[in-house]
């Protein structure tokens, strides 16, 4: 069955739409686009937003996409515009079927939009390493409610923070812009973060609290479909771990060579230690890419001259972190190692290392 011109048939299990994907005549186009939604799913959209005129035309809609329209009732007219509609389906991406055509999407412009989103601002990725937000939330928060923060809270904890470093498939998100990493994982954007610990002293486990969104017209027509496809077809079929294995690329879900490198890094290598790995990475084999990352638009094509120590102070904690994102695990191990042989990353005998949170 070609799962690109059906209408939702009905519900299926992770295994059988496991098996549609690995048939799929169109799977890189799929893994492309779905890496992106993955993104813009999770993504806080700023006060007034309103989706480029460019979705009007670089989303194609199957015919589940637009079976899902019609359930739901919504047509562009003066309160909803027809790009809000199309980006809104392309968050949704899925019910039993897709929802888009990923073999007719323009990709690249779809990249070239959420980097944009990116940079300018717009759409914001909270940062879920280190303790940044989570020190901002218990300094700053004066309300009762744990749980969740409200649309004007949520946006006032990242306000004046760098974007999140996120990874899904070989897309890379963070404050450099949305870039194309060396090996596949699947680090996807949330927003709910782990920001606080309670006061009981036998609680060991940290809290997460959801940062809800603004009541925007792409949010909002993303919930009115849903909510219709639900009420029509039932729950949606189990899409979320086919995909999540699609987008991991080359690395199986068990066993794992390595466990997670680059989160360890995150919150394990910090400060000057990290500072010495990413000297050691410019300075490396993967020299050429992070310079050729640090000199593209819209930072100057110096940014990316000078000396590995140099470039690598210069850099935010995020921007550093996102560097390293985009090397692979077997590199990041090696580079690693080399600083511990060189002594620039400590680790004393006996020590146990813990993130900060």
Request: aromatic share 6%; with cysteine; hydrophobic share 40%.
């Amino acid at each position: 069955m070609d799962i690109k011109n059906v209408k939702n048939v009905g519900w299926r299990s992770g295994p059988e739409i496991e098996k549609e994907l690995a048939q799929s005549t169109c799977i890189d186009s799929i893994r492309k686009a779905a890496a992106l939604r993955t993104f813009l799913r999770h993504a806080l959209p700023t006060k007034g937003y309103k989706a480029a005129a460019e979705w009007r035309v670089v989303v194609s809609l199957t015919p589940a996409g637009e079976e899902a329209l019609r359930l739901s009732g919504i047509s562009s007219g003066q309160d909803v515009e027809l790009a809000d509609i199309h980006m809104a389906i392309f968050c949704l991406f899925y019910h039993h079927e897709l929802l888009v055509d990923c073999a007719k999407c323009d990709l690249k412009a779809l990249q070239r939009l959420v980097n944009t989103e990116l940079l300018s601002g717009r759409l914001r990725w909270p940062h879920q390493f280190g303790r940044l937000l989570y020190d901002k939330f218990n300094d700053s928060y004066s309300g009762d409610r744990t749980d969740h923060l409200l649309p004007d809270e949520a946006l006032a904890l990242v306000d004046g923070t760098a974007q999140g470093v996120y990874q899904a498939g070989h897309l890379v998100s963070g404050p450099l812009g949305l870039i194309e990493a060396s090996c596949a994982r699947w680090i996807p954007p949330r927003r709910s973060l782990v920001l606080w610990h309670c006061s009981d002293p036998g609680c060991q486990s940290p809290h997460a609290v959801d940062l809800l969104p603004v009541e925007v017209p792409l949010v909002q027509v993303i919930r009115e479909v849903r909510k219709a496809l639900e009420a029509h077809l039932g729950p949606a079929s189990e899409w979320l771990t086919p995909l999540a294995d699609v987008l991991g690329g080359d690395i199986p879900r068990e066993p794992y060579t390595y466990y997670d490198v680059v989160t360890t890094i995150a919150e394990c290598i910090v400060r000057e230690e990290r500072s010495s790995l990413v000297t050691a990475a410019i300075g490396g084999s993967n020299g050429t890419l992070l310079r050729d990352v640090l000199g593209k638009p819209p930072r100057k094509k110096a940014s990316g001259r000078g000396a590995p120590e140099a470039l690598a102070k210069a850099l935010g904690d995020e921007e550093q972190l996102q560097l390293l994102f985009l090397i692979s695990d077997c590199d990041l191990i090696g580079l690693i190692d080399q600083c511990i042989k060189h002594s620039s990353i400590c680790v004393p005998l006996g020590e146990i290392g813990r993130a900060h949170v």
